[in-house]
């Protein structure tokens, strides 16, 4: 969110602006405003490149919603007479000016302004720009010699006095706005009794909780009953107190080691003889010093040996905990199943070394103006290095604490507060940033000497000073961090080589204009290390970096790690604590091309090459002076569901946003794990929302604390939830997305030797299966399951003889067969047992695929018995392990001899997921009962996918978020949520009780897909709704037209349902050779015409191959994945009025249907002859021209203007 987001100031009774960030659509505004003397101080100027590169843009809107100003900030001069990566010097050696440095100044680059205010608007941009960037203190302006500055910038600009007569002198003029003239520093002192009457008002505006609870004269009396410990402190504008500060050097040294890990700080104490900071050898003293700790990571910082240095020494860092950059913020940990980490916890011994900050309020005007206060405490306690302060999960993070460290808490730590620290080092300005040197390298290796990848950052420094060229010949920059003369923090960055396959894989344009950077403006950053008491100056290093190389964008991967905490990529980057301060980039869908029928107008090789996946994380120059809004509340998913994923994706991927404390609770951690192999993933239907690529490209582990466990209870007053082994995880919004899964099957009972029938069996498929579970019987649930039941197949069954049995009837039956027999497990030594069916509808519900598949399971030798249901194992036995399974049927029983047991029953609830909702007093109706809005009976639990369904309120019980696709739910579920947290979201209202009774409908495809029996490929793309038999729709006057090309038998069936409206609502793929699905999706709602009148050939009888068809070049366009867009801006341009006194054409047909209009001719030749006659056809045809040139590395096939 933009810091200007919410800026308003007034100048006069009549002058009210609200400033805010510069964005696209005010460039036509910037242009009108533009001038003879604008251009004659500030040069020719291209806007949009220049707000591309500006590192602070700032507009003004008066009460009217009228621009009335812009200006452009950026880190260099505004002519380009100076370098921009050595402007210090030239200030220094012309203007005897050492104030400025690149951490308190910026250059106006344009400012334009109405006339009649443009006095004001300069005044009040100044301000702004001192208001949102508290670390500056000078802005400079150059301009030609000969020009004089008008009115409006000469009350703001003052000139400075040259000291030399070089040439740019002689050409430039120089002037300097200084802070205080704006927004000046506050006056800090110590707080008086009668500071009270200015504090309460400001204290009664935000909170008025310590007023009830403490009395009227709270304030009077804390500010009295100070004493060497407790010192009150406020800050005063123009002798009025606008800000208060108490704090205390008593500080609950204990409780803080046993909630947070403080390594990187030396536990808050003083260096002592007897401290224990590293594990003991001796058993003995392991016992003493060591606890159980599962360790979480959150956020990763550095870490500091902390000795206590002399002034201007400053404490070097050993950067112990930049190891877990590795592991923490970057890649957080998942904890093997069943497995807790044994971690030692350091003892100190030492002396208290912080001071806390115990209560704190300051005046909305002077937020950013905290830091004031720091300078002055640190000197009342001028034995503490450290200032602490604690706040609720719940509370958003405000400006002071923005400037600090959060530390990381450990997993068993139960407290209800956020802990952050600040260094007094912190305070330092004399932060410099440089090229690295030779000399840098012993400093740099002390700096990153306990590092996983300090081999390889120090060989990059070598490679750099040495040639200045990576080993593969590509440019190579390093940059270390001084602070007084001591190397503080090193980054190493190349060229980015890769940018054509970025651009084309990742939607980077969400945050550029390509177009306006050069190939040679985008790094890639591969190491990047800094003390953690100048974290918060992280970004201003990224800034100065931008700076110094002459670069406009870093580029930052994270690779995936397919064994755990170990780097799979042989180039592995050492993970950024700066990770935080990117922003996460989406990855884009692709096209599948044809490339045999393409030929030379496919794309590059650099778009179309398929390597290893990774997510990518982007900084710019925009984003340098962008706050992102923190979130500390703990939000807990339970369940790595597709709802679940697609809930935590939603929510990483808010660039403006940063969630600290999200946590999943799964039985296997993240999905996505097992990498190399794939086979296993064959066992289930896909569902097609996530598979391994996905995963890699959102790095969840980045962003999201893993507990591997199972939901076992839930604490609704206590907030928290209770996992196996009785841990308990606090959550302040819990999620629930456990979904629905096949349980171990419960036998009848039958003895078969009376020759029962299903009709005299009782059978209650709800019924909880309490006895031994065999070992050889398998539950598949997810791809840890599977992977586990591969192994098995391998290990214990290919080799030996004896059946497997597979029992259900749902479509992963098929699945399962044709990856047994994949593994090498003979069809004859396959029995596919299906119980009576619940439904008419089949798995399959498609007579023609049916028939092929069991044609196919009939040539492989699986046998197939029907209306079979499972009657004892081992005959009432022991059931483990299962060595025979028997059954009853409608006729005689059935008893087979088994080796493995594959059940694919009914999916339900799991049973220990609904103890813990069913305990926990939440409504459950054979699922958990939610509303329209995902909420539960408790508001801080909401709830979504197939374990939920909407309350009886809606009469709508057949349908349930099972009817949805889950990506969407989830999608919708984070949406619901980012209005509790997002500022930049207008507020949603609840509807009235009474008027909230329809269910929402979501209208994104569902998909099955999956390899059936002989190597079939199958796909059933459809629209959400209630299963129907296929042959019982058609048969319905609605229906619409199935189009259907080749024989299922074959391999060559093609299945394409266009419904009523020509829109594309169903389609079935079954085919001998592997289907591009991400290009069939896409047509899914598309209108038939759009697929080059696709009703009509098939009519015609031009189309006997749909898979031929639909490999055409032409239909490659409405498989990007910006077709979409494009579809929107067309259906703009059409509802827009282009001409004066000619309805748009919606308003055209709308004229038509209502018969407002008398025609002489039928309506649609005079809509077509409207169409030509108008501007639209002229605007559409340059709309798509325009779209096909700006994606032609995408699309080469299509000719663009130009092209000839």
Not at 184 to 196: F, N, S
Not at 867 to 880: E, K, T
Request: charged share 20%; net charge negative.
């Amino acid at each position: 969110m933009s810091s200007l987001s919410h800026a308003t100031i007034s100048t006069t009774p009549s002058d009210v602006f609200t400033a805010r960030r510069t964005e696209s659509h005010d460039i036509p505004t910037i242009i009108r405003h533009i001038n003879y003397m604008t251009e004659s101080i500030f040069g020719r100027i291209n806007v949009i490149y220049l707000l591309e590169t500006a590192n602070l843009s700032v507009t003004l809107i008066n009460q009217n919603n009228e621009t009335v100003a812009h200006a452009v900030f950026v880190d260099y001069p505004n002519w380009k007479c100076v370098d921009p990566a050595y402007w210090e010097d030239f200030l220094q050696n012309d203007y005897n000016e050492r104030r400025c440095t690149p951490l308190n100044t910026l250059f106006l680059h344009l400012f334009v302004a109405a006339d009649e205010r443009a006095v004001h608007c300069s005044q009040e941009i100044m301000k702004t720009a001192f208001r949102t960037v508290p670390e500056l203190h000078f802005i400079l302006l150059l301009i030609p010699s000969q020009e004089h500055l008008d009115m409006d910038l000469a009350a703001a600009f003052k000139p400075l006095m040259k000291v030399s007569h070089s040439e740019v002198n002689m050409e430039y003029s120089l002037f300097m706005c200084e802070r205080h003239h704006y927004c000046a520093q506050l006056y800090i002192r110590q707080a008086r009794v009668e500071d009270h009457d200015d504090l309460t008002p400001l204290f009664t505006s935000q909170n008025d909780t310590l007023r009830e609870t403490y009395g009227e004269y709270f304030l009077a009396e804390l500010i009295e009953a100070q004493d060497d410990e407790n010192v009150a402190v406020v800050c005063e504008d123009e002798g009025k107190a606008v800000g208060f500060m108490s704090v205390c050097s008593e500080v609950n040294i204990q409780l803080l080691h046993e909630c947070f890990n403080l390594g990187p700080f030396h536990g808050l104490c003083k260096p002592h003889p007897d401290d224990v900071l590293k594990l003991p050898r001796e058993p003995s003293d392991i016992a003493q010093v060591s606890s159980s700790l599962t360790r979480q990571g959150s956020e990763s910082m550095g870490t500091q040996d902390t000795e206590n240095q002399a002034e201007p020494e400053l404490p070097v860092p050993s950067l112990e905990q930049l190891l877990d950059s590795v592991q923490d913020q970057a890649l957080k940990t998942t904890e093997a199943p069943g497995m807790e980490r044994e971690a030692f916890r350091p003892i100190y011994r030492g002396t208290v070394n912080a001071f806390c900050i115990q209560l704190f309020c300051i005046d909305e005007q002077h937020e950013t103006r905290s830091l004031d206060f720091l300078k002055f405490v640190f000197k009342l306690f001028p034995d503490r290095d450290f200032c602490i302060i604690t706040v609720p999960h719940m509370v958003p993070e405000f400006y002071l604490i923005q400037n600090f460290v959060r530390v990381i808490p450990f997993s068993s730590c139960t407290l209800d507060q956020e802990l952050y620290v600040f260094h007094r080092s912190g305070l330092l300005k004399s932060f410099h940033v440089r090229l690295a040197k030779s000399a840098d390298i012993h400093a740099v290796e002390e700096l990153i000497k306990t590092l996983d990848l300090n081999r390889r950052i120090l060989d990059d420094l070598n490679n750099y000073i040495s040639a200045r060229r990576d080993l593969d010949g590509t440019p190579v920059q390093a940059f270390v961090v001084e602070v007084l003369n001591q190397i503080v923090g090193i980054s190493i960055i190349r060229n980015e080589t890769d940018i054509e396959y970025i651009r084309s894989h990742y939607n980077i344009e969400d945050f550029i204009y390509f177009n306006h950077h050069q190939r040679e403006d985008h790094g890639h950053l591969y190491h990047f290390a800094l003390n953690p008491i100048f974290h918060h100056y992280a970004k201003h290093f990224m800034k100065e970096i931008l700076r110094l190389s002459y670069k406009t964008c870093l580029y930052y991967p994270i690779h995936p790690q397919t064994e755990e905490g170990k780097f799979q990529n042989p180039c592995a980057h050492s993970l950024t604590s700066a990770l935080h301060y990117m922003v996460p980039v989406r990855p884009r869908r692709q096209i599948v091309y044809p490339l045999e029928k393409l030929g030379i107008n496919a794309p590059s090789k650099q778009v179309s090459k398929d390597q290893a996946k990774y997510a990518l994380n982007h900084f710019n120059r925009k984003l340098s002076l962008e706050p992102k809004v923190s979130i500390n509340a703990r939000i807990v998913v339970v369940g790595a569901s597709n709802v679940g994923i697609s809930f935590l994706e939603t929510l990483i991927f808010c660039p403006h946003l940063k969630f600290n404390n999200l946590t999943l609770i799964s039985m296997h951690g993240l999905p996505g794990k097992q990498m190399m192999e794939k086979q296993h993933r064959q066992f289930l239907i896909n569902s097609h929302c996530f598979n391994d690529d996905d995963y890699a490209l959102m790095s969840l582990c980045s962003w999201v604390n893993v507990v591997v466990g199972k939901m076992t209870g839930i604490d609704r007053c206590a907030k928290h939830v209770i996992i196996s082994k009785g841990r308990k995880v606090p959550y302040d919004h819990l999620i629930l997305c456990t979904g629905q899964q096949y349980q171990v099957p419960c036998p009848t009972g039958a003895d078969i030797r009376k020759l029962l029938t299903n009709r005299e069996v009782f059978q209650n498929c709800k019924q909880k299966y309490t006895s031994v579970a065999p070992s050889n019987l398998f539950i598949l649930s997810d791809e840890e399951d599977c992977f586990l039941a591969m192994k098995w197949v391998k290990e214990k069954l290919i080799g030996f003889p004896g059946n497997v049995i597979v029992y259900g009837n749902t479509i992963d039956i098929y699945t399962t067969i044709e990856t047994l027999i994949s593994l090498g497990v003979s069809g004859s030594r396959i029995h596919l047992v299906h119980p009576p069916r619940q439904s008419n509808v089949t798995s399959i519900n498609n007579n023609a695929i049916e028939k092929a598949v069991n044609r196919a399971l009939s040539q492989v030798g699986v046998s197939v018995h029907r209306d079979c249901l499972l009657a004892q194992w081992n005959d009432g036995h022991h059931p483990d392990p299962i060595v025979q399974a028997s059954f009853t049927t409608k006729t005689k029983p059935l008893r087979l001899q088994c080796s493995a047991f594959f059940n694919f029953t009914h999916k339900r609830v799991d049973y220990d997921t609904f103890k813990a909702v069913n305990d926990a007093c939440l409504v459950y109706d054979g699922k958990l009962v939610i509303d329209t809005n995902f909420h539960t009976n408790d508001a801080a639990i909401r709830a979504a996918g197939p374990l939920t369904k909407f309350s009886n309120i809606y009469y709508a019980n057949e349908w349930t978020h099972s009817n949805f696709n889950s990506k969407e739910v989830g999608f919708q579920l984070a949406a619901a949520m980012l209005n509790l947290f997002d500022p930049t979201l207008d507020p949603v209202f609840e509807p009235p009780e009474d008027m909230d009774r329809l269910i929402p409908i979501y209208k994104g495809c569902k998909v099955q897909g999956g390899i059936l029996p002989e190597k079939y490929y199958y796909v059933h793309i459809y629209k959400p709704g209630i299963p129907t038999r296929l042959d019982v729709q058609e048969t319905q006057p609605n229906y619409g037209m199935a189009i259907i090309t080749g024989d299922a038998i074959e391999g060559n069936y093609f299945r394409m349902h266009v419904n009523r409206y020509s829109l594309i609502e169903t389609i079935t793929c079954f085919s001998k050779n592997p289907l591009p699905l991400s290009n069939y999706i896409p047509l899914f709602g598309q209108h038939e015409r759009l697929l080059n009148n696709l009703c009509s050939r098939w009519k015609e009888g031009l189309i006997t191959d749909l898979y031929s068809y639909l490999k055409e070049p032409w239909a490659l366009v409405i498989y990007h994945d910006r077709f979409i867009d494009l579809k929107k801006e067309l259906r703009e341009i059409l509802v827009s009025i282009q001409e004066e006194k000619q309805p748009s054409m919606q308003e055209l047909v709308r004229q038509m249907v209502d018969g407002e209009l008398a025609l002489l001719e039928r309506p649609k030749t005079y809509l077509k002859r409207f169409y030509k006659q108008t501007v639209y056809r002229d605007l559409l045809e340059k709309s798509i021209l325009s779209y096909l040139n700006y994606n032609n590395y995408h699309l080469p096939m299509f000719a663009w203007p130009g092209i000839v």
